[in-house]
């Protein structure tokens, strides 16, 4: 028998950012601009295997995970304290208005098949917190692949059906901003570079590779992260099929579902609520996982402590809270890609200073700057084109 290929930790990074805020931002994508953005959702898949590669190889490299060095980024013990603490309550913020979205969005999908209100919304919580609680990554890693791969056939199956015109496809992978694309745009990079990823991929590495095991990391995190963006691809192509050509504005879940009617038909609702469902339940279990991820990395506490399930449940709980605010359930969604891109900043600087300082490569300080300069312009462009 041949040598076992080991897959995995990258689909729960796949997993994570094909939530909600993707399938959303990528239906609007196709909606309103055709298939102009496809350029963005490449862009945004490189940077995030940029990252997330670094963010690997440095914890395989250093026996240690990123959570785990970040009170000795600097020399100075107060300095060290400061910068922790802002790191770890930006991505618990972070991961907590994504939790939002995530219920938010897997309540939608839920209820527009069998209405049974915000009920929906306590269910999901609930599976939710029996994945988180059990503490076993394998349990957790299976059920998320699963549900990734039903995303994945549904869209593709869908792209694949509309048969979109290859030349205009082509056309839509060279850069150009259509007008008043620009905050599209930048949702798509925001909602695929997800902060709590890069800390939660350091961590779960270490628990199953070692330094030699390189090649095999870059392998897992090159096919999950090509996998997402094949997803996010595939949205944008079946919404503009669906809906460019026609001028049909998105208002809501259902509206959305009718880019599947080309391969499904009538049951085009049934087949997009599940996927809807899908992401937003695989998003609601990492995004919390990842969140504890850190604070125990950082304080020392155990997988399996009750720190870590409380952290859980904190983030779960508000994400469920939030269905009951008196705000749109897709700007809720909105709201959460805003709050991604405004803490990525200190995320990304934080990981670059953090890598060269240990490795000072030219080569990584390259691809450091370049990704620092493609998260600030995210940032700006939500600040001032919003």
Request: net charge positive; glycine share 8%.
């Amino acid at each position: 028998m041949g040598k076992k290929i080991k897959l995995g930790p990258g689909f729960l990074i796949t997993a994570a950012f094909i939530g909600p805020g993707t399938v959303t931002s990528a239906s609007f994508a196709g909606a309103s601009f055709g298939f102009s953005l496809l350029w963005v959702v490449l862009i945004s898949g490189a940077l995030a295997f940029v990252l997330q590669e670094m963010s690997g190889r440095f914890s395989l490299e250093k026996g240690e995970d990123l959570s785990q060095v970040l009170m000795k980024t600097t020399g100075s013990r107060f300095v060290n304290i400061v910068f922790t603490l802002v790191a770890v309550l930006a991505v618990v913020l972070g991961a907590a208005a994504y939790e939002a979205g995530n219920i938010t969005g897997a309540y939608i999908g839920l209820n527009e098949l069998f209405p049974l209100g915000k009920f929906w919304a306590v269910i999901i919580s609930i599976v939710a917190l029996m994945f988180l609680w059990r503490g076993r990554y394998r349990g957790i890693e299976i059920f998320l692949m699963g549900l990734v791969g039903l995303m994945s056939l549904s869209f593709l199956a869908t792209a694949v059906k509309a048969g979109p015109a290859l030349f205009e496809v082509l056309k839509g992978l060279v850069p150009a901003f259509p007008e008043n694309s620009k905050p599209i745009a930048t949702a798509l990079l925001g909602t695929t570079v997800v902060p709590y990823n890069l800390f939660l991929y350091s961590s779960i590495v270490l628990k199953r590779w070692n330094s030699s095991n390189l090649p095999e990391m870059r392998k897992d995190l090159g096919i999950s992260i090509a996998l997402g963006v094949i997803i996010t691809a595939s949205i944008v192509v079946t919404s503009a099929a669906a809906f460019f050509a026609s001028g049909i504005r998105i208002d809501s879940a259902a509206t959305m579902a009718v880019q599947l009617a080309p391969l499904l038909g009538k049951f085009a609702k049934t087949a997009f609520c599940v996927g809807l469902f899908a992401a937003g339940l695989s998003s609601a279990i990492t995004a919390p996982y990842a969140a504890s991820w850190l604070v125990r990395g950082v304080f020392g506490f155990k997988e399996s402590s009750k720190v870590f399930r409380i952290i859980s449940t904190i983030i779960v709980l508000f994400g469920l809270s939030s269905v009951f605010f008196p705000i749109n359930p897709l700007q809720l969604i909105i709201l959460a890609q805003i709050a991604n891109g405004l803490i990525l900043p200190v995320i990304v600087i934080y990981l670059g200073y953090t890598i060269f300082k240990e490795n000072k490569s030219l080569s990584q300080l390259f691809l450091i700057v370049i990704s620092i300069v493609f998260v600030l312009l995210i940032v700006f462009s939500r600040l001032f084109s919003l």
